[in-house]
């Protein structure tokens, strides 16, 4: 993640060795789009529910129904594919402040089995992760990782199940930048753990910890081959997504954006932060899509069998205004929600809003 505000002539001629084309400073930085990525016409987006309050995360029961998460008031809700909303509870022990409040949800690949729901949260004292019973309601409420610092601002907050079966966490550093790079703590990082908290078989370093070097992590993604993506805000120059490996450095605030450290990951792709502040992130139909908040415009990724991702586009720019939740839903639909009412959009009549659209 290495800040630049231009190209030199030296990493341009080292681009065109590599056979990569030099881009201006002021553009995305990906390679060339892989022959199997296209950008086909998308359908017109379906709204389902109006009149949310900045819905943060969403994740799909075996149903088809999606759980989704209302930041500041702590609510949880269930929604069908057909826009009916059902008020599942609001969450115990949430304290809602700046960027923190009742953020992730995951719910658990063996769900018919254990009704395991997780909830990823600001606390009084801290950030955590919460593992719950749903039938009809939550209950049995249990503590399985708390201690992620929390601040004002970058509280990261996304919660996903890996391919693997494993329960992933992206955390921001809160603003205190060393903290990304401290491996004694939690902040700045993205975590492997299992349904009870513990580290997970294989971690590289002995605990829940997977990589480390992140500003703030709000979108976790897997492709068919099972390789990992994650969004990350950058400060100032560069947004990013990076593909994750095990016990990776993705530098800051080392670095911000491409950079020639060896010692840090390179991100696959950036964005200047106008056009991103990336969160949310699904990957459907050949393609990562991720949700732009201060872009205002969910962003197509396409992604190659071999994992190589092509040139970025820009889906329904300034339509709809800060996106944030993405999800893909078991019947192949993509499901997005607005996040106009988080302090920093131009909220509409009917926002906060979530839509579907079919790839």
């Known amino acids: 993640m290495i800040r630049m505000t231009r190209l030199t002539s030296l990493f341009a001629a080292?681009?065109?060795?590599?056979?990569?084309?030099?881009?201006?400073?002021?553009?995305?930085?990906?390679?060339?789009?892989?022959?199997?990525?296209?950008?086909?016409?998308?359908?017109?987006?379906?709204?389902?529910?109006?009149?949310?309050?900045?819905?943060?995360?969403?994740?799909?029961?075996?149903?088809?129904?999606?759980?989704?998460?209302?930041?500041?008031?702590?609510?949880?809700?269930?929604?069908?594919?057909?826009?009916?909303?059902?008020?599942?509870?609001?969450?115990?022990?949430?304290?809602?402040?700046?960027?923190?409040?009742?953020?992730?949800?995951?719910?658990?690949?063996?769900?018919?089995?254990?009704?395991?729901?997780?909830?990823?949260?600001?606390?009084?004292?801290?950030?955590?992760?919460?593992?719950?019973?749903?039938?009809?309601?939550?209950?049995?409420?249990?503590?399985?990782?708390?201690?992620?610092?929390?601040?004002?601002?970058?509280?990261?907050?996304?919660?996903?199940?890996?391919?693997?079966?494993?329960?992933?966490?992206?955390?921001?550093?809160?603003?205190?930048?060393?903290?990304?790079?401290?491996?004694?703590?939690?902040a700045g990082k993205i975590l492997r753990m299992t349904v009870d908290g513990r580290p997970a078989p294989g971690n590289p370093f002995k605990n829940v910890i997977w990589s480390y070097g992140h500003r703030n992590v709000q979108g976790l993604a897997w492709d068919p081959s099972g390789r990992m993506y994650a969004s990350e805000f950058g400060a100032s120059s560069f947004d990013e997504i990076n593909l994750i490996r095990k016990g990776g450095n993705y530098g800051w605030p080392e670095v911000e954006g491409v950079g020639h450290d060896s010692r840090f990951i390179n991100p696959v792709v950036t964005w200047p932060t106008s056009e991103a502040s990336p969160s949310g992130m699904a990957y459907a139909d050949g393609s990562l899509w991720v949700g732009a908040l201060r872009g205002r415009r969910l962003w197509q990724v396409p992604v190659a069998s071999d994992g190589t991702t092509g040139t970025p586009v820009a889906r329904f720019d300034g339509r709809y205004g800060r996106i944030r939740a993405v999800a893909a839903a078991p019947d192949g639909s993509l499901w997005f929600g607005t996040s106009n009412k988080d302090g920093r959009g131009s909220p509409a009549a009917d926002d906060d809003r979530l839509l579907t659209v079919t790839p």
Do not use: M
């Open 14 to 186: 080292a681009l065109l060795v590599a056979g990569c084309s030099a881009v201006p400073a002021d553009t995305t930085r990906v390679p060339a789009l892989p022959s199997t990525g296209t950008a086909a016409p998308l359908g017109e987006p379906r709204t389902l529910v109006k009149n949310l309050a900045v819905p943060w995360g969403l994740a799909f029961l075996p149903g088809g129904d999606a759980l989704v998460t209302e930041r500041d008031t702590a609510r949880l809700l269930r929604v069908t594919a057909a826009g009916k909303v059902t008020e599942v509870g609001t969450v115990d022990g949430v304290l809602p402040d700046g960027e923190g409040g009742l953020l992730g949800v995951a719910v658990s690949p063996s769900f018919g089995k254990d009704h395991y729901v997780f909830l990823y949260f600001t606390s009084a004292q801290d950030n955590r992760i919460v593992r719950y019973r749903y039938v009809r309601g939550l209950t049995d409420a249990t503590v399985i990782l708390d201690g992620i610092p929390k601040g004002w601002i970058h509280n990261g907050g996304r919660l996903a199940f890996g391919p693997d079966g494993y329960l992933y966490a992206g955390t921001g550093e809160t603003g205190d930048r060393a903290l990304a790079q401290n491996l004694g703590s939690l």
